[in-house]
């Protein structure tokens, strides 16, 4: 007699059969191929290296969540690109943990490995999140985590599973402020259909709002006295123009959308036919249906009310993907019959054939960019330039002050006992920033490093880094860039080195 407490198939099944294998071997893979392509550092990369050197409770527009996340796992393998890629491939791998596990609430193995895996196909988790994202990579994590509690919740009420959904809340306001948004929509979706309200207001309910505002509290009262400061930049990404009209608004969600769902929506069509979609049946769960249905009606509801009354013409795909990423949940619950569709392996190898092409591309951006012409952030020669600096005379522990925050980054992965700042900030203004650092190293009787690079670096910004220290001539070098192809100009670098004994 066979063990019954061990599900036949789950024993014979050979273990590349199973989601988890493959989560953990593209988790892995990502990171070995981020690890090495290339020493140098994309946009939010360089700003986690830089913001990883103290602990704030807030990093300009962004709360501080993943920061405080980076730092940690600096202590284990130190400010490098190691760090930076256990640390986003982690959360992305627990963002198709958590959506399985809410699938698998509604849903059987096989299609809640579709409808976590079908985020793949979401340009902006599939795709950008890989290339470089950082905030929208854990609020989506913690989005998953949350509709898995809330499934759990309105399937069976227990008091911890509402202490976690609390500190869940708690922790995705802590990782972008836009995560306010889903959960208002998640509770005013459940709280709209009676056996989730019923559910949400069960005994120890009171559990989630109180751990939630613990969590969240010490940042509030830094957001308060921080408001102008926190705001601006993201203000300035939604270009915010009412007297543009609506239609420019509406365009951009449009496309936002769009651009979030449509390759998914076009490869499942393919795998299971129109037909598949088309054939009535009922929903896996009645009530959950009704939540999905509401939520992503309340999520367009409101992207619209930004269009029509505080004037926003601009919306990012990335900034779609915790408001959407449920959405091939809510698909696949919706026809649960295409769970044993014949056409099925099709979608499966499609999901395969995809993830393995992303996992391609990741490895080969920087010869893309190369053949192209078009050097990218990953072209430079971080390991040469800290070379020929040290042989400059660079002694590793004198500060660094770089013309943008991507060099400035991908030096302090090379000299990690440096601080390290980037003199861009037109609030504090170049001669005055440098200008302070030269004389916090005088007073730590340490050297002062400053460094740009010519393919981005602001007019005149030598003039003014120079304007209110010692003079210092500037010297130049010139490095092959990394994987271009013959003839492409060199990396034009340029430094001023105050040893110790010089005084800046």
Same mark, same amino acid.
């Given at each position: 007699?066979?063990?019954?407490?061990?599900?036949?198939?789950?024993?014979?099944?050979?273990?590349?059969?199973?989601?988890?294998?493959?989560?953990?071997?593209?988790?892995?893979?990502?990171?070995?191929?981020?690890?090495?392509?290339?020493?140098?550092?994309?946009?939010?990369?360089?700003?986690?290296?830089?913001?990883?050197?103290?602990?704030?409770?807030?990093?300009?527009?962004?709360?501080?969540?993943?920061? #405080?996340?980076?730092? =940690?796992?600096?202590?284990?393998?130190?400010?490098?690109?190691?760090?930076?890629?256990?640390?986003?491939?982690?959360?992305?791998?627990?963002?198709?943990?958590?959506?399985?596990?809410?699938?698998?609430?509604?849903?059987?193995?096989? +299609?809640?490995?579709?409808?976590?895996?079908?985020?793949?196909?979401?340009?902006? =988790?599939?795709?950008?999140?890989?290339?470089?994202?950082?905030?929208?990579?854990?609020?989506?994590?913690?989005?998953?985590?949350?509709?898995?509690?809330?499934?759990?919740?309105?399937?069976?009420?227990?008091?911890?599973?509402?202490?976690?959904?609390?500190?869940?809340?708690?922790?995705?306001?802590?990782?972008?402020?836009?995560?306010?948004?889903?959960?208002?929509?998640?509770?005013?979706?459940?709280?709209?259909?009676?056996?989730?309200?019923?559910?949400?207001?069960?005994?120890? #309910?009171?559990?989630?709002?109180?751990?939630?505002?613990?969590?969240?509290?010490?940042?509030?009262?830094?957001?308060?006295?921080?408001?102008?400061?926190?705001?601006?930049?993201?203000?300035?990404?939604?270009?915010?123009?009412?007297?543009?009209?609506? +239609?420019?608004?509406?365009?951009?969600? =449009?496309?936002?959308?769009?651009?979030?769902?449509?390759?998914?929506?076009?490869?499942?069509?393919?795998?299971?036919?129109?037909?598949?979609?088309?054939?009535?049946?009922?929903?896996?769960?009645?009530?959950?249906?009704?939540?999905?249905?509401?939520?992503?009606?309340?999520?367009?509801?409101?992207?619209?009310?930004?269009?029509?009354?505080?004037?926003?013409?601009?919306?990012?795909?990335?900034?779609?993907?915790?408001?959407?990423?449920?959405?091939?949940?809510?698909?696949?619950?919706?026809?649960?019959?295409?769970?044993?569709?014949?056409?099925?392996?099709?979608?499966?190898?499609?999901?395969?054939?995809?993830?393995?092409?992303?996992?391609?591309?990741a490895g080969l951006r920087p010869w893309f960019s190369g053949l192209r012409g078009q050097v990218d952030e990953l072209n430079h020669p971080a390991i040469e330039l800290a070379q020929e600096l040290r042989k400059a005379g660079y002694d590793g522990l004198g500060t660094?002050?770089?013309?943008?925050?991507?060099?400035?980054?991908?030096?302090?992965?090379?000299?990690?006992?440096?601080?390290?700042?980037?003199?861009?900030?037109?609030?504090? +203004?170049?001669?005055?920033?440098?200008?302070?650092?030269?004389?916090?190293?005088?007073?730590?009787?340490?050297?002062?490093?400053?460094?740009?690079?010519?393919?981005?670096?602001?007019?005149?910004?030598?003039?003014?880094?120079?304007?209110?220290?010692?003079?210092?001539?500037?010297?130049?070098?010139?490095?092959?860039?990394?994987?271009?192809?013959?003839?492409?100009?060199?990396?034009?670098?340029?430094?001023?080195?105050?040893?110790?004994?010089?005084?800046?």
């Open positions: 007699m066979t063990d019954s407490t061990v599900p036949r198939a789950l024993s014979s099944n050979p273990i590349w059969s199973r989601p988890l294998f493959w989560l953990v071997f593209f988790t892995l893979a990502h990171m070995a191929v981020r690890v090495a392509v290339s020493p140098a550092l994309k946009w939010d990369e360089a700003e986690q290296i830089l913001w990883t050197q103290q602990l704030s409770m807030g990093y300009g527009s962004q709360p501080p969540l993943y920061t #405080w996340l980076q730092w =940690l796992v600096n202590q284990v393998f130190g400010p490098s690109v190691l760090s930076l890629a256990v640390l986003k491939h982690s959360l992305l791998a627990l963002i198709y943990a958590f959506m399985y596990l809410a699938a698998r609430e509604v849903l059987d193995e096989r +299609g809640a490995f579709w409808a976590s895996a079908s985020m793949l196909l979401i340009p902006a =988790l599939g795709w950008y999140s890989v290339r470089d994202q950082t905030h929208t990579t854990l609020v989506a994590a913690i989005v998953c985590a949350a509709w898995w509690l809330l499934l759990r919740i309105a399937r069976k009420p227990r008091a911890l599973d509402f202490a976690l959904l609390g500190l869940v809340c708690g922790l995705g306001m802590l990782a972008k402020y836009s995560f306010a948004l889903v959960a208002v929509a998640m509770l005013l979706a459940a709280l709209s259909v009676g056996v989730t309200r019923r559910a949400l207001l069960s005994h120890g #309910w009171w559990w989630a709002p109180i751990i939630g505002l613990l969590v969240v509290l010490p940042h509030a009262v830094w957001l308060f006295s921080h408001l102008g400061e926190a705001t601006a930049e993201t203000i300035e990404k939604m270009n915010i123009q009412p007297e543009a009209g609506w +239609g420019q608004g509406f365009l951009s969600l =449009l496309a936002g959308v769009a651009g979030s769902l449509l390759p998914w929506a076009l490869i499942a069509l393919w795998a299971f036919r129109p037909n598949g979609w088309r054939t009535p049946a009922a929903p896996a769960s009645p009530v959950m249906h009704q939540v999905f249905m509401r939520f992503l009606a309340l999520v367009l509801l409101a992207l619209t009310g930004m269009v029509l009354f505080a004037g926003v013409t601009n919306f990012k795909g990335r900034w779609m993907l915790p408001l959407l990423c449920v959405a091939p949940l809510a698909a696949f619950a919706a026809r649960p019959q295409l769970q044993s569709d014949p056409h099925g392996r099709r979608y499966s190898g499609a999901l395969f054939g995809i993830a393995l092409i992303l996992l391609a591309a660094i002050v770089a013309s943008d925050h991507m060099l400035a980054g991908m030096l302090r992965v090379r000299f990690p006992q440096a601080l390290v700042d980037a003199c861009t900030s037109p609030q504090i +203004g170049v001669p005055q920033c440098v200008a302070d650092h030269a004389e916090l190293s005088r007073q730590a009787g340490k050297g002062l490093l400053l460094v740009s690079r010519a393919d981005r670096m602001a007019p005149g910004w030598w003039e003014q880094a120079l304007s209110r220290i010692a003079p210092q001539p500037v010297r130049f070098i010139d490095l092959p860039f990394r994987m271009v192809r013959e003839g492409t100009p060199a990396a034009h670098y340029g430094y001023a080195w105050y040893t110790p004994v010089q005084r800046p």
